[in-house]
C-alpha cells in the first residue's frame, strides 16, 4: 500500500519535486454514537496516520472518491503518459479496509494532492490466547506441583507450549485427547505410578509413537539398558541443557521425514527459510518457478513443499493441479505461503490432503517455523504408525 502510494505522489510529481511522508498516532473515540450522551468520558483507541503528499497538478473535487474504484484514473491519458492499470489504489482500499482503517484523499488544482491512511493500533495481549501457535508441545507428567511449575517455566522460554499433569490418569487423559510431541514422566507416583502409566500409553493407538522420557529422582541401574519405549532418562533435578538435548533427540523424528522442497521465487526469503530449516537438519531444496518445481518434485519426492503463488513459468496453481494428479506427490502435506488473502474458493482450489494456509506479513517468521516444523513431526509419526500397522 506505501509502495503504490509513494510510487503515485513521485510519478505524478514534477522533476525536482518533493513528497512528503508522514506517520502520526491518534486518539480516536471509540464509536461514539453509540455511548449514552451521559457517559462522562469516552474511550479513545490508538490509530496510526499514515500521509503521503505531493507536488502534482491535483486532483479534481469530482474525482476524490471515483479513483479508488477499479480502472480508474484521473485522466484518460495518465495510463498512455505515466503508465499503470488504474488498479492500484482500488488495491489499497481494499488492504487498508481489510485491516479496519480508512483511506482518502485531499487535493486543490495545482497544489498536489495528500493521501491519508488510517489504521488501528493492535493492542498487546495480556496473555496469549490459547489458539495462537507455538513450539513443539510437551506433557509434563509429575505429582509434584512445584516440579510442573519450574518444568512448565523452564520449557515456555525455550519456546515450547506445555501442558501438566498431576497423575498418570491425567497423563493419559491428556495425551489421548491432544497428543504431545514428548512426555516427560515421572515414575514414582501414586495411585499408577510411570511404569504403570508408560505401559497404557503403548498400549493406546493414538498413544502409543509419542517419545516418552523419564524424569525422576531415580537413576537408571548401572549397565541397565534403557527400554525400548523410552527415548530417554534424567534425573531430577534435571541439568537444563542435558534436558533440552533430550528433547531435541526426541524430536528429531522430524529427520526421518526431512525433505522439504522450496517454491518461491523471491530468492532472499527463500535463503532465509532453507537456513532456518537447516537448524533442523531438514533437507531442503529451492526453486523458482513452478516449472521447475514440477520436475524437481519428481526426482526428489519431497515429504512437504512450501509454495508461493506467483510464481514465472506456471503459477502455484498449476502446480497444486499437477500434485494432485501424480499418484504418490497428491498425499504430500503442503504450505501455501504468499501475500493474497486467499477466499474459500481458491482455498478449496488448492486443498491437498494436509494443507496449510500462511499469509506472508501476517505471521513471524518464528510462528512460521513452528508450523511448519509440526507439521513434519505430525507427518512423521503418521508414517511410523503406518509402517507399523
Known amino acids: 500500500m506505501l509502495t503504490n502510494l509513494l510510487s503515485n505522489a513521485i510519478k505524478f510529481s514534477p522533476q525536482g519535486g518533493t513528497v512528503w511522508i508522514e506517520a502520526t498516532l491518534l486518539s480516536i473515540p471509540s464509536t461514539p454514537a453509540l455511548l449514552h450522551p451521559c457517559t462522562p468520558s469516552l474511550s479513545y483507541s490508538p490509530t496510526l496516520q499514515i500521509t503521503v503528499r505531493d507536488q502534482g497538478r491535483g486532483i479534481p473535487p469530482s474525482k476524490l472518491e471515483t479513483i479508488f474504484g477499479r480502472f480508474q484514473q484521473v485522466d484518460a491519458s495518465d495510463s498512455r503518459e505515466k503508465g499503470g492499470t488504474g488498479l492500484g489504489l482500488a488495491i489499497c482500499r481494499s488492504i487498508v479496509q481489510h485491516h479496519e482503517g480508512q483511506i482518502w484523499a485531499e487535493s486543490e488544482p495545482d497544489q498536489g494532492s495528500t493521501f491519508y491512511v488510517t489504521l488501528p493500533v493492535l493492542q498487546p495481549r495480556s496473555q496469549p490466547l490459547e489458539s495462537e501457535p507455538g513450539g513443539p508441545l510437551v506433557l509434563v507428567c509429575d505429582d509434584d506441583t512445584s516440579v510442573l511449575a519450574v518444568m512448565q517455566a523452564k520449557l515456555q522460554h525455550q519456546g515450547y507450549q506445555v501442558q501438566t499433569a498431576a497423575s498418570g490418569a491425567e497423563a493419559i487423559a491428556l495425551a489421548t485427547a491432544h497428543p504431545p510431541d514428548v512426555l516427560l514422566l515421572n515414575l514414582m507416583m501414586p495411585e499408577m505410578n510411570g511404569w504403570e502409566t508408560l505401559t497404557a500409553l503403548k498400549e493406546n493407538k493414538t498413544t502409543r509413537r509419542i517419545p516418552v522420557i523419564i524424569l525422576s529422582g531415580l537413576h537408571p541401574k548401572a549397565g541397565q539398558t534403557l527400554d525400548p519405549d523410552i527415548s530417554d532418562w534424567i534425573v531430577k533435578p534435571p541439568d537444563e541443557r542435558r534436558l533440552l538435548q533430550a528433547l531435541e533427540q526426541a524430536l528429531g523424528q522430524v529427520n526421518q521425514c526431512g525433505r522439504i522442497l522450496i517454491v518461491e521465487d523471491d530468492l ?75 477466499d474459500s474458493t481458491i482455498r478449496e482450489r488448492l486443498q491437498l490432503e494436509q494443507t496449510l494456509f500462511l499469509t506472508k506479513g501476517r505471521i513471524t517468521p518464528e510462528e512460521f517455523e513452528q508450523k511448519v516444523i509440526n507439521l513434519l513431526i505430525r507427518v512423521a509419526r503418521d508414517k511410523e504408525e503406518t509402517s507399523h500397522d
Request: aromatic fraction near 8%; include cysteine; proline fraction near 4%.
Open 268 to 342: 532472499n526469503l527463500a535463503q532465509v527459510l532453507m537456513a532456518v530449516f537447516k537448524r533442523w537438519g531438514v533437507e531442503t531444496y529451492h526453486v523458482q518457478t513452478g516449472t521447475e518445481a514440477i520436475q524437481l518434485s519428481q526426482q526428489i519426492r519431497p515429504d512437504l513443499v512450501i509454495l508461493d503463488l506467483v510464481l514465472p513459468e506456471s503459477n502455484g496453481f498449476a502446480v497444486v493441479d499437477w500434485l494432485r494428479q501424480h499418484n504418490r506427490l497428491c498425499h504430500v502435506p503442503l504450505v501455501i505461503y504468499t501475500s493474497a488473502d486467499l
